[in-house]
């Protein structure tokens, strides 16, 4: 039968036991949160490089389509130019179905 030193000495065992697990595991702990503020700190990097990367390319497109957009409306004001009665009678009829259209 055991006796209560006996006992003492298993809770005092278990007891450092404990302690010492609780000491690793907030090492662990520790070395996770440090690894994890890393990873968080690398990919707030990358994404403030693709966000750059992506504002350039915004950049490109929007003076890309506004080139364009003026190209074309050069040479829709260059055909009106050449051709005033075409382009009144295609207003014209572009009025009328849209009139029609709307009216159903």
Same mark, same amino acid.
């Given at each position: ?19 010492? @697990? ?52 050069? @040479? ?17 009829? @572009? ?10």
């Amino acid at each position: 039968m055991a006796t209560i030193r006996d006992m003492k000495q298993g809770a005092s065992k278990t007891a450092d036991d404990l302690a010492d @697990a609780a000491d690793g595991a907030g090492e662990t702990i520790k070395e996770g949160l440090k690894d994890t503020a890393e990873e968080l700190h690398r990919l707030g990097d990358r994404l403030r490089a693709n966000g750059s990367q992506l504002e350039d390319e915004l950049r490109d497109a929007s003076q890309r389509f506004t080139d364009g957009a003026r190209k074309f409306g050069d @040479a829709a004001a260059e055909q009106i130019r050449e051709h005033p009665l075409a382009a009144f009678g295609i207003a014209f009829a @572009a009025g009328m179905i849209v009139t029609r259209w709307l009216r159903r």
